[in-house]
């Protein structure tokens, strides 16, 4: 694949339910990124992982968010106790080593509901 | 931290020029840039700029950068109706992106 994939593309869940959100990035990128993009915030920086170096988890707006990265490669980030704030367009990237120079490439997004 | 700025709206005939602006607030911002997001789809990275060089230019796409009033616009030459989008100015720190809120550019035939 040339690009970042996301998926599910999109996830309707209740309020309340635990969701899991796919990113696979560009082959052989070692730095991935999510962010989030919603009416009234806009776009934002959740988390950061860069090779095995400790994830920048600065951006995560709460302990009911989590993210991990196995093996170098593909990501998932997880909301629990999902609210109806949570619903936003959630936004994978990924550079090739996370140097400012190399330019971070986004997948499609996920667009999340919460009902 | 950072600030990034856009105005929300700009209008165009096609065939004018388009000139989308940027302002952000950290002076130690080395890596600035600009994505295009269409209807429905992802962002896409359009070009970025050195904070060592003033301006950068790659076919119909002119990006400038002033360091001292901390401002960048991206200039469409020859506007088509294809550039409607919501064009995103991106400062990086601390290795990920501070995003402006979008300008929705609307081109008219």
């Not at chain 1, 009234?40 to 992982?49: A, D, K, R």
């Not at chain 2, 388009?18 to 429905?40: A, F, M, R």
Request: glycine share 10%; aromatic share 10%; charged share 20%.
């Amino acid at each position: 694949g040339a690009g970042v994939s996301q998926s599910p593309s999109n996830k309707v869940t209740e309020k309340g339910k635990y969701v899991e959100l796919r990113c696979d990035p560009i082959s052989g990128h070692t730095a991935l990124y999510w962010y989030r993009q919603s009416l009234g915030q806009g776009l934002e920086f959740l988390i950061y992982f860069q090779g095995n170096s400790a994830p920048d988890k600065s951006g995560l707006p709460s302990d009911r968010f989590s993210a991990e990265r196995t093996g170098g490669s593909v990501s998932t980030l997880t909301i629990q106790r999902t609210q109806q704030e949570d619903s936003a367009v959630y936004l994978c990237a990924s550079s090739l080593t996370g140097a400012g120079a190399d330019a971070q490439y986004f997948g499609p997004g996920t667009r999340l509901t919460v009902t | 931290g950072e600030d990034v700025e856009q105005s929300l709206f700009l209008s165009v005939r096609e065939g004018d020029s388009s000139v989308i602006n940027c302002t952000y607030t950290d002076s130690s911002s080395t890596y600035l840039y600009w994505y295009k997001q269409e209807p429905g789809a992802g962002l896409q990275l359009l070009t970025y700029i050195f904070s060592n060089m003033d301006m950068k230019q790659d076919q119909r796409l002119t990006v400038l950068l002033n360091k001292k009033d901390k401002h960048l616009s991206l200039r469409i030459a020859d506007t088509q109706t294809g550039d409607s989008a919501i064009y995103f100015c991106a400062v990086l720190q601390g290795g990920k992106l501070i995003f402006g809120q979008g300008t929705e550019l609307s081109v008219k035939p």
